[in-house]
């Protein structure tokens, strides 16, 4: 599977840029599947449901089904968070995988940075990231900068990189 990142600190528009990304490249046919890092505890289930009770009752895993979509939750009950490598291994075949988050692992990324924020540029430090979007002009910068919403040349670039 081919892998790309997003990565950004806080408010620097990665969910935007990946939601956007996702709808320009299926809408060229393309598969995409997403993975999220989330820092903070969440809960995709809801108190008082079949599935919650389940997980509360013990259960390691349950599986929520319909004819629409289906859930996997696992609960990893104090183990170790498991690798992007072993969840990328659960995810069915796709043309590519885009990642949000993950910045210190290795494969690809494209940073968002909106200079509002007023936090360092990532890329600075780390060759993982190939280019940046930006809502600013970075002078001097040995990598390309796109513009934040040109969501065609991001996706044009990402599709290049990954051989698609």
């Known amino acids: 599977m081919r892998l790309y990142g997003v990565v950004g600190?806080?408010?620097?528009?990665?969910?935007?840029?990946?939601?956007?990304l996702v709808a320009e490249i299926t809408g060229r046919g393309l598969t995409v599947s997403t993975v999220k890092h989330a820092h903070h505890t969440f809960d995709v289930d809801h108190p008082g449901k079949d599935s919650h009770r389940h997980r509360v009752a013990g259960a390691?895993?349950?599986?929520?089904?319909?004819?629409?979509?289906?859930a996997l939750m696992?609960?990893?009950?104090d183990a170790e968070e498991p690798g992007l490598d072993v969840l990328l291994s659960k995810l069915a075949p796709v043309d590519l995988v885009l990642i949000?988050?993950?910045k210190r692992d290795a494969h690809a990324k494209v940073e968002a940075f909106r200079a509002v924020t007023g936090n360092p540029l990532i890329a600075r430090d780390d060759p993982t990231i190939r280019a940046v979007a930006s809502d600013t002009a970075i002078p001097g910068f040995d990598?390309?900068?796109?513009?934040?919403?040109?969501?065609?040349?991001?996706?044009?670039?990402?599709?290049a990189e990954v051989g698609l």
Not at 63 to 69: I, K, M
Not at 143 to 159: E, M, Q, S
């Open 9 to 20: 600190w806080k408010n620097a528009g990665k969910t935007g840029l990946m939601e956007r």
């Open 60 to 70: 390691t895993e349950v599986l929520l089904a319909s004819r629409n979509r289906f």
């Open 74 to 77: 696992h609960e990893l009950r």
């Open 100 to 102: 949000e988050g993950y």
């Open 143 to 159: 990598r390309p900068v796109f513009d934040l919403n040109d969501t065609v040349a991001v996706a044009d670039f990402i599709l």
